[in-house]
Structures are given as structure tokens and as C-alpha cells.
């Protein structure tokens, strides 16, 4: 894995820049000693390591905005930082590069319950903003799995979902506006807290766009009243194909479920050795179906997958009876991925979409190359969305492992995209799966994307090294020749 | 005389795209033209129909995801959907009547200019159902973005830029949706009589509780006298609407009818009256035939509504109903010359936008259709517009005056 090139001119202005920034952020908000910025060399993607030039902690708007000049000026590339939980090195710092943590930017701004909606700081976390409402009964719909640790702007950041975005949506939908500060330093509102904000959809364009285009200083989000009841079904299968069948016919009965997950059998032993959660071992698939909503719509629903299931042939059904049951099921789903932390010395989560239909085939895939390879692999599955992820079992310390999973894993993302799905569902391309972009986009795909980018970021000082292949060119724009200005459809009707 | 080209592949889109960049000349792009009447006038010497890319290419029920190509009616795709028991869940408008024509939409032009339906308030809006794209941009060249599958993030989402966007950054040409699971009921539970205010706090309080409306809205009096609702209305209507299976619909309609005891003005109408209403209001149906008049449409923070109401008629005349739990005001007034464009705009709340949705040709000409932007978004906009058609060919001016912003 390689980043872009350090440098030498940016390096050497590094005293410089350090002075700039003292003049801008006071005490203790640069930081500068190896030492301190050893806390920022790398994020959840933790195969990768990079020290970073500096560390620079700013606590308002205006110090973002001047931060950001300055880098423009002394052209010095920026990384923002959240919390650091990215799983695809979207937070991996550079060489000759300036991280930007936004963790100061940690208060709530505004709660509206009348409008439903909530403004914060984007270094506030994911579930501080539940918390901060939930004593009115409302909360913030996506969860995904780090959200103690992760924060709202690496949310917008990463478009980040959670086990219950088949229902409830991804970041993007749950996002109403942002504050955004371009690398010239423009501060701009994009949507805000009333719907379809006049012009282009900008907002839609930075929800996801993982650092590359600006930096996010404000959020405002929809809060949800949270559901009257929630009940969940633990389901077992004996081939993971009947899994498949029953969640394409639950959906099929018009049943949106809050959450459908399926683990297949190394998943199910693994969480089953480390918590007990009472998973049948003997299934080569398991479910978990979760219903929200009105006590009397999720007890109708419950039956109803009850009955559904049992017809694809399920040989164990258990409906959650209480709210200590249905936790007890998602205990093991939840503890998956320390659970394989826990028979392997190190994972490689991989994180692609599929159409659902080709589930059986993938996974078919995904067991020969395991052999292949030489490395076990444990899968858990957003089942309802088709969100799939591997955890490629492997040990960095045996020389070459590393590599064996990373070829593993791409080859994986390579499949998902051969079967019309698409390289990652929810963990952003980052630095791990830029070189796979070429496998979903052409040239004049990747090219169009990367203008879009200049209109934000002219001189490529945002975030750089991620989301697009580090060798990938584009040419200069200009005119298509067309030979006299003929037309070689001469027969498009015309009228 | 307008040059009408009608391309039936994707490839003479690209050819057709490629010759006008090639020639420096402008073309006005569209599907059946339904909505033609919509956003500024266009002026291009060649209209780009691209209602001969027609049919749904896929559609997995189970998958929640289908893939037409643009030009294909939406009433195809309606009753693709219906033989599934699926829909649309952002609920479009139909707003040829509106327009005062009887073409029917199509999916594209959905996509690239339509208005979300009343379901915007719960279920988002158009941008949050449009997962995939193919589209040719200024240079004719033929792109893709986003995917066929409901949970993707790879790649920017450029889906997202292009809805909504009228036609300037691209000429749409495959469209993937995200379709859901059609509720098996509905009923309307609707209260008479409340004045603005009040109709607004008890819509806020439905949409924030577990009886989990999918649209609410208010009319005034006079509307409510003139809709499907006439007779059934006393004053004027709030309308919340439930949607879901049997019993849920049953016990949500009982709490909210338990939050009125005692007030006999709470009714409930059942399925096709509640599905009439909300066709009534999702098509504006209240604006509808009204040749003198201008109409726009202001997007605002629900707790602002009542008060804009109260503040509006010193305008003169006008009619206003909300939608959206009251996020959406639609307003019709005597257009004149200029729409009262500066008027209007002058009195919405910080944080509020209005849109011209209906004016003669004229008055969209000098005024601004689309809510003016700050200096900053305008130059990125222009700049993002740049990155797509950098000659400006594709639509220009249909949202914005300016050259660059197009």
C-alpha cells in the first residue's frame, strides 16, 4: 500500500507551517512532537501506519477556515480526523500532511423537538446525540456498530450505516444540512433544517465524500420518535441458501424488517464460543429479524416471519418474549467481530454490496478462495440490504499474511462487483479499495468524479491518497471532434 | 422553429450531445415535456426528447431495486410496481394539470425536476430513493454513478447532484430507484376546524409520536370547501395519514383518535377517500385551473408556517395550504408582472426558500425561479456545473440567470 509521494518543497515549509498554525490555534492545539502525533498515525484501519507533519486542534469555524487557507497558501495537504474509527484508512494520515482533529468541536448546538431535528458540533459522537434526546423519547436512527466511539462529521464523512439503515436509511438520509469550510477557506451552508434546499444537491455530494472535498464544522440531523416496541426472531437454517430464500420472501410479503442479519457457521461458532448467546451450531446460516414499530404491527409482523420462515424450512424458530431476549439474540451478532478477534490473532473486515440473489454464489466464491489462500474466513451479513461482510482470518506477524488476506479481500470486492453489487456498502473506499475503483468505474467515470472533486478542491490538498487510484490520470478537457459536425445517426427521427 | 431530436439508444444520445458540444450549440433537454413549463425559460434551438429510451431494463422485487431507462411514463413504472405491490415511496407528483397540460410524466424528468410527494415528511425525498444513474454530460460522454443495489457508498454519490439538478449537469438516460413494500391500508384521521397554529403543533406532535403519520397537512376553509373533502370538512382540514398493515393502522388510529376525545370534530376516512384526499394534495389539485394566478412553493420549518400565514396576505389576495407536517406551503396569488417575487421572498423566515413553480414565460424570465444563493454556493455550484458541461450546452439558464450558473 503506497501513499502519494511526500513532498520535499512541503516538508521544508514545516517550521513555517508550524508558526502559521501556533498563530491560529494557541497552546496546546498543534501538535508537533513524534511522540504526541504517534496518537494519530493511524485509524481503524490499523494495518496502516503514517506519522503526520503536524496535528492541529482547532475549536471554531474560524479557525478551521484560516487552518485551511493557510494550508492552500504553503500548498500543504490536510487530513480531517473524527474519533479515528474509519475501517478503510479514510483517516490515514501523510507524510507532508496536516491532520486536522475535530474532536474540540464536541458540543451540542441546538435541539428543536417542534422541528425534530438536532445541530451539533461534528466532533460530537454518534450515540451523544440519541442520548441527548432520548429523555424525550426521540433518537438518531443510524447505529453503526462503533457509534460510542464514532462522531457525526466521520458519519457524514463516510456515509456511515448500521443494522438498521434497510429501514431507516444511511447517514445521507438522516442528514439535513451541514456547515462546510472549502480549502479557500468559504464557509458555506449546505441544505439546513428545512427540506430540499434550493440548487444542487451539495449536501448529498459531502455526505460521503470522505474528507476530499471540505471540512464539515456543523451537522444537523432528523430525529425520530423512537418505536413503541421492538421484538426480534432467532432463526436457524441449515443452508445458507434457505437463509437467502426466507429474507427475499419476508421482504417480498411487504415486511420492511428494522434489521435482518445473517451470520453462516464459522460467525455463529465464533460468537458462540466467546458469549454463549445460545446460537444453534449445527445451522449453516442463522437470522436475526428484528420488527419495530406499534406493539400491535410488530406482534402481527413477528407472526407473520414466524410463519414464513418455518415454510423455507427453518429448523429453529425463537421469538424474543422481553427485552432482556431479544438483546440476548443480537448479543452474539453484536459481539462478531472481537469474537473472531479472538480466534485469530488479527481480521480483515471487507465491506461489499451484493444484489441478495447472488448470496449463494458468493459465498461459494468466498469458500474456494479461502482455500486457496490459506486463510479461514467468518461471514456476517447485513442480509436485508445485501451489505456483506468477510472477516479474513489471518496473522501479521507469519511474513506474507497481510498480503494473502489483502489479495483475498480484493478479490472478494472484485466478485461482488462481477455480480452487479458494488465494492463497499458502508466503510467508504478510503485507501484500502482505491485501486479496486477501476473494477466498478470506467475512465470516464473515475474522470467525472475527479472533476466534481476540483470544483471543491483545486489544487488536490484535501484528503489526497484516497478514494482514487494513486496512478490514475485524467486527461485535460476539450471538445469531441466530430468529423464535418455530421451526425452518424442519420436516421434519429426528427421532427 | 424548434429542432425536435428523439434519440431511441443510449448511443444517439452520446452522438447527439457530442455534436451539439462539438458546435457550441445549446440544447434544451426533456422527457415528454410535462414539466417544461417549470424553472426558466430555456431558449435552445434543439430540444434533446429523451422519451425514446423507454422500458424498465430490471426490476428484482426482493432486491427493493428497479432500473428503467429514463424516458420510460412513470405510469409504466406505477403499474410494474403495483403488479409486485410496490411503489414509489417518495410519492411523485403529478403536476401535469397543474401546467394545465394532459402529458403525462416520465421518469427522468421525475428525477430531474419533480417535487416529492406528501410521504417527503417521513419517507425522504426523491434524492434519497435515486440509487443509480447513466447519463451523458456536456461533452457527450456517457457516465455512470452509484449502483443497482439499495447500500452503496462507493464512489461520490453524483446521484444525488443529478436529481433535482433540471437537466443542466446531464441528460439522464438509465435511472435505478429504490422501490418499497405498498402499505396494505390507509386511513386518514382528520380534525376540522383548528386554526393554522394549532393544526401545526398537533401535526408536529403526531409526526414526533408512535402513531407515526406518513403526510400531514393543512387546509384552509376555502380549500377544504372545494376538495374532495367538501361536506365532510367543517372550517378548515388537518389530515394526518397511517399507513401500514391492519392492526397497525388500527391501534395508531385509535391513539390519535384517543388524543381527541371529546372533540367530535375528529373523523376518520378509510381507504379510497384517504387515497383520493392525499391524490388531491399531492398533485396540488387545489391550484389547479387557475390561469391569472402565480404559484409557488416555499419550503420552512414547520413552527414557522403559522406565522408567515398570518404575515402573507398583506400581499393582497392569496390562498395557501401546508404540506409536510407543514415543512411545505404552497401559495397562490394574482402573478401580475413579476409573481410578487421580491415581496414574497422578502417576508419568508430566516432559513425559508421559495420556488416559482407556475408563471407565464415572461415572468419566468426575470425573475428568479429558484431561491437566489449565497455569493459562496453560487460559485461552487457554477464550478460544479463547469466539472459536468463545461460549455454550458446542456439546459442553459433553466435554473439560473447567470451564465456560468446555468
Not at chain 1, 451539533?120 to 424525550?136: D, Y
Not at chain 2, 393582497?316 to 411545505?328: N, V
Not at chain 2, 415572468?363 to 460559485?379: G, K, N, S, T
Request: a negative charge; one cysteine or more.
Amino acid at each position: 500500500m503506497e501513499m502519494p509521494k511526500a513532498d520535499p518543497e512541503a516538508l521544508g515549509r514545516r517550521q513555517e507551517l508550524i508558526e502559521g498554525l501556533r498563530a491560529i490555534v494557541p497552546g496546546e492545539g498543534v501538535i508537533v512532537e513524534d511522540r504526541a502525533l504517534a496518537a494519530y498515525e493511524s485509524d481503524g484501519l490499523t494495518a496502516y501506519r503514517q506519522l503526520p507533519m503536524v496535528v492541529v486542534l482547532p475549536e471554531t469555524t474560524g479557525q478551521v477556515a484560516r487552518i485551511l487557507k493557510l494550508c492552500r497558501d504553503l500548498a500543504v495537504k490536510v487530513v480531517p480526523r473524527g474519533a479515528g474509527t474509519s475501517l478503510s484508512g479514510g483517516a490515514l494520515p501523510l507524510a507532508d500532511g496536516v491532520v486536522l482533529g475535530m474532536g474540540r468541536f464536541n458540543r451540542i448546538l441546538a435541539v428543536d423537538y417542534a422541528n425534530r431535528t438536532v445541530t451539533a458540533q461534528p466532533g460530537v459522537t454518534n450515540l451523544a446525540i440519541t442520548q441527548a434526546v432520548e429523555g424525550r423519547g426521540f433518537y438518531y436512527a443510524p447505529d453503526p456498530s462503533s457509534q460510542i466511539a464514532c462522531t457525526i462529521g466521520g458519519n457524514v464523512a463516510e456515509n456511515s450505516g448500521g443494522v438498521h439503515c434497510l429501514k431507516y436509511g444511511m447517514t445521507t438520509n438522516n442528514v439535513l444540512g451541514v456547515e462546510l469550510v472549502t480549502i479557500d477557506g468559504d464557509i458555506v451552508r449546505l441544505g439546513g433544517d428545512v427540506p430540499d434546499a434550493p440548487g444542487y444537491d451539495l449536501l448529498g455530494l459531502v455526505v460521503g465524500s470522505e474528507g476530499l472535498l471540505g471540512v464539515v464544522t456543523e451537522v444537523t440531523v432528523r430525529i425520530l420518535p423512537k418505536p413503541q416496541s421492538a421484538r426480534a426472531a432467532l432463526v436457524g437454517f441449515s443452508s445458507t441458501v434457505a437463509a437467502a430464500d426466507a429474507v427475499a420472501a419476508i421482504i417480498g410479503a411487504g415486511i420492511i424488517p428494522a434489521g435482518m442479519e445473517m451470520m453462516d457457521r464459522p460467525a455463529i461458532h465464533a460468537a458462540e464460543d466467546f458469549i454463549g448467546a445460545g446460537y444453534p451450531r449445527d445451522a449453516e446460516a442463522l437470522l436475526i429479524i428484528e420488527l419495530d414499530g406499534p406493539e400491535d404491527e410488530v406482534d402481527h409482523l413477528l407472526a407473520r416471519v414466524d410463519a414464513i420462515v418455518r415454510q423455507l424450512g427453518a429448523f429453529m424458530v425463537r421469538l424474543s418474549n422481553s427485552e432482556e431476549e431479544r438483546l440476548a439474540f443480537w448479543a452474539g451478532r453484536k459481539a462478531a467481530f472481537p469474537a473472531v478477534g479472538r480466534i485469530s490473532p488479527d481480521y480483515y473486515c471487507m465491506d461489499g454490496t451484493i444484489p441478495r440473489r447472488k448470496l449463494h454464489e458468493v459465498l461459494e466464491g468466498i469458500t474456494a478462495a479461502s482455500a486457496r489462500h490459506g486463510l479461514r474466513v467468518a461471514n456476517v451479513f447485513h442480509a436485508g440490504d445485501g451489505n456483506l461482510h468477510p472477516l479474513i482470518l489471518y496473522d501479521a506477524n507469519l511474513p506474507g499474511q497481510l498480503e494473502a488476506a489483502e489479495a483475498f479481500g480484493a478479490e472478494i470486492l472484485r466478485k461482488c462487483v462481477q455480480v452487479g453489487g458494488v465494492l463497499t456498502g458502508e466503510h467508504g473506499v478510503g485507501v484500502e479499495k482505491r485501486e479496486l475503483m477501476l473494477d466498478q468505474f470506467n475512465e470516464v467515470d473515475l474522470c467525472q468524479q475527479k472533476r466534481v472533486k476540483e470544483a471543491f478542491d483545486p489544487h488536490g490538498l484535501c484528503n489526497p491518497g484516497k478514494v482514487f487510484p494513486t496512478l490514475h490520470r485524467c486527461a485535460e478537457l476539450g471538445r469531441m471532434h466530430v468529423s464535418g459536425g455530421a451526425l452518424p445517426f442519420p436516421d434519429l427521427p426528427r421532427f | 422553429m424548434v429542432d425536435v431530436i428523439q434519440p431511441d439508444s443510449e448511443e444517439g444520445v452520446v452522438e447527439v450531445v457530442a455534436v451539439a458540444c462539438a458546435a457550441g450549440r445549446p440544447l434544451e433537454i426533456l422527457g415528454h415535456g410535462s414539466k417544461s413549463g417549470f424553472g426558466r425559460p430555456v431558449g435552445a434551438g434543439t430540444r434533446l426528447a429523451l422519451a425514446g429510451l423507454s422500458g424498465i431494463t430490471e426490476y428484482e422485487p426482493a432486491e427493493l431495486v428497479l432500473t428503467a431507462r429514463a424516458g420510460t411514463p412513470l405510469a409504466d413504472i406505477d403499474a410494474c410496481l403495483a403488479g409486485s405491490h410496490q411503489t414509489l415511496a417518495f410519492e411523485p407528483r403529478d403536476l401535469s394539470a397543474l401546467f394545465g397540460t394532459t402529458v403525462g410524466q416520465t421518469l427522468g424528468g421525475v428525477v430531474a425536476g419533480g417535487i416529492p410527494g406528501p410521504r417527503r415528511c417521513v419517507a425522504g425525498g426523491m434524492r434519497d430513493h435515486v440509487l443509480g444513474v447513466r447519463a451523458v454530460n456536456g461533452l457527450g460522454q456517457l457516465f455512470k454513478a452509484g449502483g443497482k443495489v439499495v447500500k452503496n457508498v462507493t464512489g461520490y454519490d453524483l446521484c444525488k447532484l443529478l436529481t433535482g439538478s433540471f437537466g443542466t449537469l446531464a441528460a439522464l438516460t438509465e435511472i435505478t430507484v429504490k422501490v418499497l413494500p405498498t402499505a396494505e391500508t390507509e386511513a386518514t384521521v382528520l380534525v376540522s376546524g383548528l386554526a393554522a397554529a394549532a393544526a401545526v403543533s398537533l401535526m408536529s406532535e403526531a409526526l414526533g409520536s408512535a402513531a407515526n403519520p406518513s403526510a400531514a397537512a393543512w387546509l384552509p376553509a376555502g380549500l377544504a370547501a372545494r376538495s374532495i373533502l367538501a361536506g365532510i370538512a367543517t372550517g378548515s382540514a388537518t389530515c394526518l395519514r397511517l399507513e401500514g398493515c391492519g392492526p397497525s393502522v388500527q391501534a395508531r388510529r385509535r391513539r390519535l383518535l384517543e388524543r381527541f376525545e371529546g372533540n367530535t370534530a375528529a373523523t376518520v376516512l378509510d381507504d379510497e377517500a384517504s387515497a383520493g384526499l392525499w391524490r388531491e394534495l399531492r398533485d396540488v389539485q387545489p391550484f389547479h385551473g387557475r390561469p391569472d394566478q402565480a404559484v409557488w412553493k416555499i419550503s420552512l420549518r414547520p413552527s414557522d408556517a403559522p406565522a408567515l400565514l398570518e404575515r402573507l396576505p398583506t400581499l393582497g389576495p392569496l390562498d395557501a395550504f401546508l404540506d409536510w407536517g407543514g415543512a411545505l406551503m404552497w401559495v397562490s396569488l394574482p402573478c401580475g408582472a413579476d409573481a410578487r417575487a421580491g415581496d414574497l421572498r422578502a417576508a419568508l423566515p430566516p432559513g425559508a426558500h421559495a420556488t416559482l413553480v407556475i408563471a407565464p414565460e415572461a415572468v419566468r424570465a426575470a425573475q428568479p425561479v429558484f431561491h437566489p444563493l449565497p455569493d459562496a454556493v453560487r460559485a461552487l455550484e457554477a464550478r460544479v456545473r463547469a466539472s459536468f458541461d463545461p460549455h454550458g450546452i446542456l439546459n442553459p439558464g433553466r435554473m439560473a440567470a447567470a451564465r456560468s450558473a446555468g
